[in-house]
């Protein structure tokens, strides 16, 4: 059950975090293409598609791979079987009506963004080509969920990747066709970069198609050797899903949501202090769009551990295996905790080079990013708490904890950006964070009768070697800043190179030297070292 939570893991992570790391690099070309006008615009339409795009899915692939792994432990294939023919039809259902919402209310959206006036009807534009991607996603959820419900990551990894390349290279080359070629507006090249979100679908789902083509005889074999004990009404069915998927769509807005708390909070508030209206829009730029497609990355790992987690600690739920559940438990939060920590630190540390390096040398940037990079910690918890919260049927509590989350983001914000513009909207997001881990770690705590003991314990050590790594990295990057200067774009990948290249190698030493990695990474580790002494 270990090799396989991590080999799923593995999979779904490495999909992942390739598919953001795609996602973050088009950003350079893209922000050089369109300018930070664009990428305000940009950011206007995406915050408000991704929350709808959270709720058209209703939580879908984690909820049906919730199900569908029940009932296969179960030996009770054809359930699941059912589940996805009539699933089809609702996906398919929900995706129009989530597209048909998006497009009528996307005056109503604009004008909530807050953007100015003469911006309006562009926002209105750019969030209506973006919501064609609704109708299709839901349906390409459904058909990843019931792959992970079979302890399959390879097709939803795969086709996440293929959905991100597609989204892209169509982002790219038709925003810069549309300005270069065509003599277009910036709108018009930015609503042609939110459309390709529904080109990337179209591309993520055909690789979907052809897994369903190859896998299928291997399915229908399962079908063979169902024992047929359970008859359960496409209503009951329904009914379970929407139990396990309401918490889900909840857990799936949760970032979304503090964004859109900035979009309609951050630029007023800096006006209301008396910055002017453009200054006040490029700080929201800068926040909701620059920094957070930065800081996002260390959490695609804690996405690929939520994604995988739900049907393995389900499946130890349902057979009472409370052994197997507290493993996997102390494996994944050590690992991501192993794995979140330096990456954060590291981004905050390297505020400066890295903001120059992806856009331009900004002041405001660096300040952002630096106070930003951290929360990624909290990011990564929270999606793995409440993917926890999923597994052990406590998922009434995620509801709970986002909304405390949510109300002390919202009762925050304004006060905490009076006093420290920007950065406290960074603020009062890690505190909303914060609050809903803290309920979800005690949920797990009394409803799994889980011990945290290990996991404090090599949280500590985590912590000293993260430390020793920081002080590693400050010093080189505090001397190679006499000799190479982070206002300059070729100077500070070399910074970075060279500071985050130091600081990798004190981190990963400490964790081989220490047996660390081997503890948390296992037989792979040492295979590895095996063949590495062998070569030498």
Do not use: C
Request: charged fraction near 15%.
């Amino acid at each position: 059950m270990q090799s396989k939570l991590l080999r799923g893991t593995f999979i779904l992570t490495f999909g992942t975090i390739l598919s953001k790391v795609i996602g973050l690099i088009y950003v350079i070309p893209f922000y050089q293409i369109v300018g930070k006008h664009g990428t305000q615009l940009y950011s206007y339409s995406y915050v408000p598609y991704t929350i709808f795009i959270s709720i058209a899915t209703a939580g879908v692939p984690l909820a049906v791979s919730k199900f569908i792994s029940k009932y296969n432990a179960l030996e009770e294939y054809a359930v699941g079987r059912k589940l996805f023919k009539s699933g089809i039809v609702v996906m398919l259902f929900t995706g129009i009506v989530a597209f048909l919402v998006m497009y009528l209310a996307a005056p109503l959206l604009a004008e909530m963004s807050n953007p100015s006036k003469k911006d309006m009807a562009s926002v209105t534009t750019v969030i209506r080509a973006v919501s064609f991607a609704l109708i299709i996603v839901p349906f390409m959820s459904l058909i990843r969920g019931y792959f992970q419900g079979h302890q399959s990551m390879g097709p939803s990894a795969v086709s996440q990747v293929v959905e991100q390349i597609v989204r892209i290279v169509f982002t790219l080359s038709g925003a810069y066709v549309v300005l270069k070629f065509l003599n277009g507006t910036i709108v018009s090249a930015v609503s042609v970069a939110t459309f390709a979100a529904f080109i990337g679908a179209i591309g993520g789902l055909f690789v979907l198609f052809w897994y369903w083509y190859k896998r299928k005889p291997y399915l229908d074999e399962l079908l063979k050797h169902d024992k047929g004990t359970i008859d359960i009404s496409l209503k009951e069915i329904y009914k379970e899903i929407f139990i396990y998927a309401a918490p889900f769509v909840f857990v799936g807005i949760a970032n979304p949501l503090f964004q859109f708390i900035d979009q309609f909070t951050l630029t007023r508030a800096l006006m209301e202090m008396g910055m002017k209206e453009k200054v006040a829009e490029v700080a929201f730029g800068i926040l909701n769009f620059e920094s957070h497609k930065i800081v996002i990355i260390p959490v695609s790992l804690a996405t690929a551990f939520s994604l995988t987690l739900v049907p393995s600690i389900t499946k130890a739920f349902v057979e009472n295996d409370r052994k197997s559940m507290n493993r996997q438990l102390n494996q994944t939060f050590q690992v991501l905790l192993y794995l979140t920590l330096p990456a954060a630190i590291g981004l905050s540390l390297l505020a400066e080079p890295v903001y120059t390096a992806f856009y331009e040398h900004d002041v405001l940037g660096t300040q952002v990013l630096g106070a930003y990079a951290p929360v990624a910690i909290l990011f990564s918890l929270y999606a793995v708490t409440a993917a926890i919260l999923q597994g052990i049927n406590e998922q009434r509590f995620t509801i709970l904890s986002l909304l405390v989350g949510l109300l002390i983001k919202l009762a925050l914000n304004i006060p905490l950006i009076k006093m420290f513009e920007t950065r406290g909207a960074v603020l009062a997001t890690a505190l909303g964070y914060m609050a809903a881990i803290i309920i979800n770690l005690i949920v797990i705590k009394t409803f799994s009768r889980y011990q945290f003991r290990l996991v404090w314990r090599r949280s500590l050590l985590i912590v000293i070697f993260a430390g020793l790594m920081w002080a590693g990295t400050e010093i080189v990057y505090k001397l190679l800043l006499l000799f190479l200067s982070p206002a300059s774009k070729p100077q500070s990948v070399i910074l970075i190179l060279l500071s985050a290249g130091v600081g990798a190698v004190i981190y990963f030493y400490l964790g081989l030297k220490s047996g660390l990695i081997d503890r948390l990474f296992g037989d792979r580790v040492v295979r590895l070292k095996q063949k590495l002494r062998l070569h030498t």
